[in-house]
């Protein structure tokens, strides 16, 4: 639960209430339901982490509680939305999909869903409670279908949506696993040298008494360190990297320092941009052609963002349309839609078929988050080679200069 400060006009006044809720929507439902007047922001209180409440309410049973698996997820929606297509009651489907899905917290999801039903809710107020663990686009496209008439469409667009986030993901995952494979090979190599074979040429060194070059004595003071406080460098890169991540969580400004700097990183800038936009305009017009307003499909599909700076830029369009600006116009200020694409979207609004352009913008950043993925490989190998190449020449340099040295030394 997170705590929210919303700004309301009362009698003229600018008043602000503190609501706790699981999302910013919710906070603004609670504000709505106790009519205390015009919302006019709805903010996250931002809190410092603290480790003593961490600690305190920190329970060992929640890291074995069954975990929520999108795949699990997807096959039950699909099979959702064959049942509710087939003209079986949501109660009936609803029981089957808890009866039928191995996994366990879905089956608790489902159970607790179908008493629910069964007392009066209705799938999308059933299923509220579980929105952190279920997004917003399956709260949205349910309550579509609900509003429509037409369930099992929706939970059938619902489940393809998914589907393709999650092959997108798949294929990240897939492309980055070459280069980790390698990078931590040349770490294990890097070490054994280090440890096994350059305390060798180090009694060498020392008998010989020689001034050693500069490469030597680097080479010499890693493999020292190494020996000495290996352990504790270990130690410290883990409590850098957990460290890292609660502040990446739990910091706000932390977090917007490190999504900025990211978009300008080599490569990954560009996959995490195309992953950003291509999972956006998916939902985005999935939601548009679904026929929900686009305020309110602008404000679901935003949620999909991680990356702040990214974030940011498209939460502009969501404030400029409400003020009067046209979709287009709204997108080109974020300069994050290339000209071409921000024609076509002008072109959609102008024509009527917005939903169709969007379609094709939304094709255009799949490809080329598909043609990044691809050719991940290809991208990374001159840089490893570099790295590699480097590493030999510094181990090269470190043992061979001074024995050239004394080799020279004895010749004269």
């Known amino acids: 639960m997170k705590k929210f400060n919303v700004e309301y006009m009362n009698q003229g006044q600018k008043k602000v209430v503190t609501f706790t809720a699981q999302t910013k929507a919710g906070a603004v439902e609670l504000a709505r339901q106790r009519n205390i007047g015009k919302i006019v922001k709805t903010s996250e209180v931002q809190t410092k982490f603290d480790f003593n409440a961490y600690v305190s309410n920190f329970k060992p049973s929640k890291m074995f509680a069954p975990k929520l698996k999108l795949p699990d997820l997807i096959a039950s929606i699909a099979q959702l939305s064959v049942m509710a297509g087939a003209g079986i009651s949501i109660h009936d489907s609803v029981r089957e999909v808890a009866n039928s899905t191995q996994n366990k917290r879905l089956k608790e999801i489902f159970t607790k869903c179908y008493e629910d039903l069964n007392s009066g809710l209705s799938l999308s107020l059933s299923l509220e409670v579980y929105r952190k663990e279920l997004g917003d686009i ?11 008439g037409n ?75 190494l020996r000495n406080y290996g352990l504790y460098m270990l130690l410290a890169l883990v409590v850098i990297i957990i460290g890292g991540k609660k502040m990446y969580v739990n910091n706000r400004h932390f977090k917007d320092q490190v999504d900025k700097y990211v978009l300008k990183i080599y490569l990954i800038g560009k996959v995490v941009r195309y992953a950003s936009m291509s999972r956006f305009n998916l939902i985005f017009t999935e939601l548009v052609r679904s026929g929900i307003p686009i305020a309110d499909a602008l404000d679901t599909s935003l949620r999909t963002i991680t990356n702040t700076t990214m974030k940011a830029r498209l939460n502009a369009t969501k404030i400029a349309i409400s003020r009067g600006m046209s979709l287009t116009e709204a997108f080109k200020e974020t300069n994050l839609y290339e000209n071409m694409l921000i024609q076509m979207i002008k072109a959609g609004e102008a024509s009527g078929q917005l939903d169709a352009m969007l379609e094709k913008v939304t094709d255009y950043y799949k490809e080329r988050f598909n043609t990044i993925i691809d050719n991940m490989s290809s991208y990374i190998e001159p840089i490893l080679m570099l790295f590699i190449a480097a590493m030999v020449l ?12 004394l080799g020279s030394a004895a010749r004269a």
Request: without cysteine; glycine residues 4%.
């Open 138 to 148: 399956v709260l949205a496209m349910i309550k579509l279908g609900e509003s429509t």
């Open 151 to 225: 369930l099992g469409d929706s939970l059938k667009k619902l489940a393809s949506m998914l589907q393709e986030l999650y092959d997108n993901n798949l294929k990240f995952k897939k492309a980055m696993r070459y280069p980790q494979v390698v990078v931590t090979a040349i770490a294990i190599a890097f070490t054994i040298l280090m440890l096994y074979v350059v305390p060798k040429f180090k009694e060498i060194f020392e008998q010989l008494g020689a001034n050693l070059p500069l490469a030597t004595r680097a080479l010499l003071f890693i493999e020292s360190a």
């Open 394 to 405: 510094f181990l090269a340099l470190g043992i061979f200069l001074p024995m050239w040295d």
